[in-house]
T-cell receptor, first 117, second 116 residues
Framework: AQSVTQLGSHVSVSEGALVLLRCNYS??????LFWYVQYPNQGLQLLLK??????LVKGINGFEAEFKKSETSFHLTKPSAHMRDAAEYFC???????????????FGKGTKLSVKP | EAGVTQSPTHLIKTRGQQATLRCSPI?????VYWYQQALGLGLQFLLW???????NRGNFPPRFSGRQFPNYSSELNVNALELEDSALYLC???????????????FGPGTRLLVL
């Protein structure tokens, strides 16, 4: 079975500071991992995904994440926060069904990012 | 390219009534997923349809049901509404290779259901 843990339900940073949002996963098979962002009153937008091709994954809006198998982590970072980054961020792992086909996403509980001017 | 669309954007019902939520996937996508985002409970998987068939189901009672039409659009039905069904219901779509390849899920804006 797969699961995701996001450490910290709220993270606050100053504009221009480093953003680090933590995600640890549990999976009995090689995982497919995702980060999504949700702006207020909107659906989810894909930031980036881990496809096993490269451990450092670059996404949209300057975000990137590094897959570390030894630490079962997939933390999201951005070197310099902008006010527009204020949103809720979700880490997800893809569930797997018989035969290895990709199934539904299993989400962490989310981390709300606040950016102070 | 049009994204995933959902209707209605908001829905208000009373306890015991039925709610019907609709989703149109991205053109070319055959898989549709439904998720519930309830306050304090996070995002939980409800149902997955592909090629008109239910592929997987989350841990929800049978009064949550749905179907997928030949044009791949989907409907989520919630019968005998309870107060705790109040939530944002998100639909996502993806192409489905069935081979284990990574298929990204793209989400719609959601339907906010309020049960009074």
């Amino acid at each position: 079975a797969q699961s995701v843990t996001q450490l910290g339900s709220h993270v606050s940073v100053s504009e221009g500071a480093l953003v680090l949002l933590r995600c640890n996963y549990s999976s009995s098979v090689p995982p497919y991992l995702f980060w999504y962002v949700q702006y207020p009153n909107q659906g989810l937008q894909l930031l980036l995904k881990y496809t096993s091709a490269a451990t450092l994954v670059k996404g949209i809006n300057g975000f990137e994440a590094e897959f570390k198998k030894s630490e079962t982590s997939f933390h999201l970072t951005k070197p310099s926060a902008h006010m527009r980054d204020a949103a809720e961020y979700f880490c997800a792992v893809s569930g797997r069904i018989t035969g290895g086909s990709q199934g539904n996403l299993i989400f962490g509980k989310g981390t709300k990012l606040s950016v102070k001017p | 390219e049009a994204g995933v669309t959902q209707s209605p954007t908001h829905l208000i019902k009373t306890r015991g009534q039925q709610a019907t939520l609709r989703c149109s996937p991205i053109s070319g996508h055959t898989s549709v997923y439904w998720y519930q985002q309830a306050l304090g409970l996070g995002l939980q998987f409800l149902l997955w349809y592909d090629e008109g068939e239910e592929r997987n189901r989350g841990n929800f009672p049978p009064r949550f049901s749905g179907r997928q039409f030949p044009n791949y659009s989907s409907e989520l039905n919630v019968n005998a509404l309870e107060l705790e069904d109040s939530a944002l219901y998100l639909c996502a779509s993806s192409s489905y290779a069935g081979t284990g390849d990574l298929e990204t899920q793209y989400f719609g804006p959601g339907t906010r259901l309020l049960v009074l």
